[in-house]
């Protein structure tokens, strides 16, 4: 049957209709790209780079069943955690990313092992994404040794567990509480077999947390656990599953080691390389800011990334001179095209827009491809 005229498409109405066609296929390509940018790693112990700084891992050591992880830009996810393994006993695996030496596998760039006595700070941020089904923990590993040890097991393990479901528990037996970085902490102390632990359970679930983790380093020091002529030898985070675990996600990750009087994250005594100058502009859940990064160093820097961790509530909505991402917690902002090189004494510009809630800080530090900058 024909329509009548007042059924019939118009000109407009067709182009509508494409244009809304348009626009879907637009945003099918865009998610399907977001998919493809995803790494998916199911190999027992295989691993990737992000952010060119740090390792992702997905470390399946206590079972044969199949696991796999989805490798984003600042953290991963578990898509397949088949299997389970008493819970009396070891987990399963420990997924994780890392900042320093796993087994021969060092992140690009890390200044790990350093020894402790040469460490001022060494600041991190971790955010995580739980569910409520299975059994396992949300770890934050400090690994110590008394050789700059690249290679196997260190002598002593810190753990920080954010989280935890089921009947699972640290290794050895509860000696007290502490507190430690400005939170209280249940505190276990043993030994599995291959290196000492010592474990620090808090009392309700964290999702994510700044801190610096020196202040966990002279707990075991404090506890005959460690000396300061030891070395850091890797920081981790990630999570030990006993039963399921798909659907858990590390959503974020950053970790500075500053050594030296100066605060450089190279060798003792050296100088930093970099300045950073950050000047924000803030209304009412609002704000600009400017970055000028320096390079303070004789060299020039190529190809360069400014990692930094936005305050919390705070969001990244644009930027300009620069690709930044994530929004949100352990940001990183890389050059563009056109702005690839510092040169030695030179300056890079960048800028970006955000919204915040509650009160506005400036972020407390920056590393320019690994190194800590001096804040202007």
């Known amino acids: ?25 637009a945003a099918l390509l865009t998610a399907a790209s977001a998919a493809q940018a995803d790494t998916t790693i199911c190999e027992t112990f295989g691993s990737a780079t992000i952010q060119g700084r740090y390792v992702v891992q997905n470390n399946r050591w206590g079972t044969n069943d199949s696991q796999c992880i989805a490798v984003t830009d600042s953290g991963f996810r578990i898509t397949r955690a088949d299997g389970s393994v008493p819970t009396n006993g070891a987990p399963k695996s420990y997924p994780s990313v890392y900042n320093g030496c796993h087994y021969t596998n060092c992140s690009p760039g890390t200044n790990l092992p350093a020894r402790l006595d040469s460490v001022s700070t060494a600041p991190t941020s971790i955010s995580y994404s739980y569910v409520n089904d299975g059994a396992y923990d949300a770890a934050y590993d400090i690994w110590l040794d008394p050789t700059p040890r690249i290679d196997g097991v260190s002598r002593t393990e810190i753990m920080v567990w954010f989280h935890k479901v089921g009947p699972v528990q640290p290794v050895g037996s509860p000696v007290g509480s502490a507190t430690v970085a400005g939170r209280q902490w249940e505190v276990w102390s043993g030994n599995n077999g291959s290196n ?5 359970v808090a009392p309700s679930a964290i999702s994510s947390w700044n801190f610096d983790v020196m202040d966990f380093v002279r707990q075991a020091v404090s506890r005959g656990l460690a000396q300061n002529s030891w070395y850091l030898t890797s920081v981790q985070a990630g999570f030990e599953p006993w039963q399921n675990g798909a659907g858990l996600a590390l959503t974020s990750f950053s970790s500075t080691v500053n050594t030296g009087s100066s605060g450089d994250p190279g060798g003792p005594g050296g100088s930093t390389a970099c300045k950073v100058a950050y000047a924000p502009n803030v209304w009412q859940g609002g704000f600009t800011t400017d970055v000028t990064v320096t390079n303070t160093g004789s060299s020039p820097v190529s190809n360069w990334k400014l990692a930094f961790t936005l305050p919390s509530g705070q969001q990244v909505t644009n930027a300009w001179n620069a690709n930044v991402s994530p929004s949100s917690g352990a940001v990183t902002a890389g050059n563009v095209g056109y702005n690839a090189e510092i040169a030695a ?32």
């Open 196 to 200: 000492d632990v010592l474990s620090f």
């Open 1 to 25: 049957m024909r329509p009548s005229p007042h059924h019939a498409p118009s000109a407009l109405g067709l182009l509508g209709a494409l244009l809304t066609v348009f626009v879907s296929l």
């Open 345 to 376: 004494g030179g300056q890079a510009s960048f800028g970006f827009q955000g919204t915040f809630s509650g009160g506005f800080a400036k972020p407390s530090g920056f590393s320019l491809n690994g190194s800590a900058c001096t804040i202007a």
